[in-house]
Every structure is written in structure tokens, then in C-alpha cells.
């Protein structure tokens, strides 16, 4: 069996649960905030006048690696592959504190706080939901299969 296909198990046969779909999504969408938002540092950094150029650009290149976790999780979640669900559930859990500290502030970024607050909070909900959890086939404790 080569390392793109998945073992067919009753978990992962017929159509993608809607939950899992969504999820994927907005882990997804996560992920290309996170791009456009290195993209736009790094282009502010090399075509404007930052502060600190060197701290503009490696900003901009973390934003863009940081990127990858999420999207390679929505792949993965598309997929049905059951080790994608903790690089999604870590991303929630990482948004929430940034959710946290955007809406700390006086400015336009508190409705960026609330949307990401609302995007983790609703992916930790769907990624959690048991629907989504036999799609993966992933097993609680004391349901080992023998």
C-alpha cells in the first residue's frame, strides 16, 4: 500500500462528514491569513520604512513558515488522516492567546480578535465532535481496537 492511501476502515468510507469539512476549512483559512499577513510584512519591509528592517523581515518569514502547520493540518483533514487532528487543535489553541491579546487592544485590530476568537473557538468545537473524531478514526481510551 503506498503512503498515499489510506487503510479503508468504517471510519473513513463514504462521504467526508460535514463537520470534518468545515473544520479543514477553517484551519485553512487560518492558514492563508497567516500568508498574507508574512507576504504583506515582508513587502512593507522591503519597500518601506520599517523600524527595524531585520525584525520586519524575520516577522514576515515566521509568519510564513508558521503558515504551514495549519494548511498541512486542512490537507490532512480533507484527507482523513488521523494525525492531522493535533497540528489542528494545537493551531485553536495557539490562535486563542494572539484572539486574546487583539482584542486587549485600542484599535482596529480588535475585530481581528474577534474573528479569530470565533474561528478557533468554532474549529476547537468541530475538531473535538465525535462525528469528526470516527472520520478519522481516532479511538478514545478504553475503545483499543484488538
Excluded: C, F, H
Excluded at 483559512?29 to 519597500?47: D, I, S
Amino acid at each position: 500500500m503506498s503512503s498515499e492511501q489510506t487503510p479503508t476502515t468504517p471510519e473513513n468510507t463514504g462521504p467526508r462528514p460535514r463537520r470534518l469539512t468545515y473544520a479543514a476549512l477553517l484551519a485553512a483559512l487560518e492558514g492563508l491569513a497567516l500568508v498574507v499577513g508574512g507576504v504583506w510584512m515582508l513587502v512593507l519591509a522591503l519597500t518601506g520604512e520599517p523600524d527595524n528592517r531585520q525584525q520586519a523581515v524575520t516577522g514576515g518569514v515566521t509568519l510564513v513558515v508558521l503558515a504551514l502547520l495549519p494548511l498541512l493540518a486542512a490537507r490532512g483533514l480533507l484527507g482523513r488522516r488521523s494525525w492531522s487532528r493535533g497540528p489542528a487543535v494545537i493551531t485553536q489553541l495557539m490562535a486563542l492567546p494572539v484572539a486574546y491579546n487583539l482584542l486587549q487592544a485600542d484599535s482596529m485590530a480588535i475585530p481581528a480578535g474577534i474573528a479569530l476568537a470565533v474561528v478557533a473557538v468554532a474549529a476547537l468545537v468541530l475538531l473535538v465532535n465525535p462525528e469528526t473524531t470516527r472520520a478519522l478514526g481516532i479511538r478514545g481510551p478504553g475503545n483499543v481496537q484488538k
